[in-house]
């Protein structure tokens, strides 16, 4: 007996060492380093504007074959950071933490880029996608460092009890459930209806199902009043953060389109001295 809980107590100790170095290796990108890696990037920006003035004109000119391929370079690093949110849904392997942390090295690198390719150029359209990359990165920082606090808090939120049930509200949740179990029947049939989250393999597989899946629940929401229980800034910065992401990747194309296809639009009757195919 005493032997065998020698061996038990040994296997804790091996299980234990094990966790706590599964842990120490996680590539966790913690508050502190966050703030030191877009306060770097800031002051970089910072710092080229500053030297600026006395730069080569290669470097002071948007189209230039370096700041060319800066811009490609940056447009390349943020179209990847905006993978980590299609990896995430994709049911990859990968380590949640380390897709977070190479999301905000990429961005912060990428956008540092971008910075460097504008030179300043905030009188042309284009520049909205500046000004879209300022608010991402604002939100961003505030979700992980405050609305990461605000989300906790409210997970450990001692809800009141229930109040007499509203029949009627009663009568239209179960409606909305039935429907939810019918579409998840053939969207996903070994999945709980309950715990099931669409991920990037149920829209390709049935994009109509899950959009119609997904309405539902938005619906359902609404009904039981789940957002209006946490502040509007924890409710919807999520959807702005996703909505400002497809707003610079539709702007980022638009941009690459019109300055390859249509530089003499772009020039709008000056010189067209960055690469490009048409001059429409």
């Known amino acids: 007996m005493e032997r065998r809980w020698q061996m038990r107590f040994f296997w804790r100790r091996c299980r234990s060492r094990l966790f706590l170095l599964s842990v120490m290796k996680r590539p966790d990108l913690d508050n502190r380093r966050l703030t030191l890696l877009v306060g770097a990037t800031v002051v970089a920006i910072a710092l080229y504007f500053l030297l600026l003035p006395g730069m080569p004109e290669v470097w002071r000119t948007p189209g230039s074959p370096q700041l060319y391929l800066l811009g490609v370079s940056g447009a390349a690093l943020l179209l990847m950071a905006a993978s980590f949110s299609v990896a995430k849904?994709?049911?990859?392997?990968?380590?949640?933490?380390?897709?977070?942390?190479?999301h905000v090295n990429l961005a912060c690198v990428g956008t540092?880029?971008?910075?460097?390719?504008?030179?300043?150029?905030?009188?042309?359209?284009?520049?909205?996608?500046?000004?879209?990359?300022v608010a991402l990165a604002t939100i961003g920082i505030?979700?992980?460092?405050?609305?990461a606090r605000r989300m906790a808090a409210t997970m450990g939120t001692k809800r009141p009890a229930f109040g007499t049930p509203d029949l009627e509200l009663q009568a239209r949740l179960?409606?909305?459930?039935?429907?939810?179990?019918?579409?998840?029947?053939?969207l996903d049939p070994a999945?709980?209806?309950?715990?099931?989250s669409p991920n990037l393999s149920h829209w390709l597989r049935n994009?109509?199902?899950?959009?119609?899946?997904?309405?539902?629940?938005?619906?359902?929401?609404?009904?039981?009043?789940?957002?209006?229980?946490?502040?509007?800034a924890q409710a919807y910065w999520r959807a702005v953060h996703l909505s400002l992401a497809a707003l610079f990747v539709v702007g980022l194309?638009?941009?690459?389109?019109?300055?390859?296809?249509?530089?003499?639009y772009v020039a709008d009757g000056g010189e067209i001295y960055w690469w490009h195919l048409t001059k429409w």
């Open 112 to 133: 540092l880029c971008i910075a460097i390719h504008s030179v300043g150029y905030m009188h042309r359209p284009p520049a909205l996608l500046i000004l879209v990359l």
């Open 191 to 196: 999945s709980s209806e309950a715990l099931f």
């Open 142 to 147: 505030w979700a992980r460092i405050y609305g």
């Open 253 to 264: 194309f638009i941009h690459v389109i019109t300055v390859t296809f249509f530089a003499g």
């Open 207 to 232: 994009p109509a199902g899950t959009w119609s899946y997904l309405r539902l629940v938005r619906e359902e929401e609404v009904l039981i009043g789940a957002r209006e229980s946490v502040g509007r």
């Open 174 to 186: 179960r409606g909305l459930i039935e429907r939810k179990q019918a579409i998840l029947a053939a």
């Open 89 to 102: 849904r994709g049911k990859s392997k990968a380590s949640p933490v380390a897709w977070f942390a190479a």
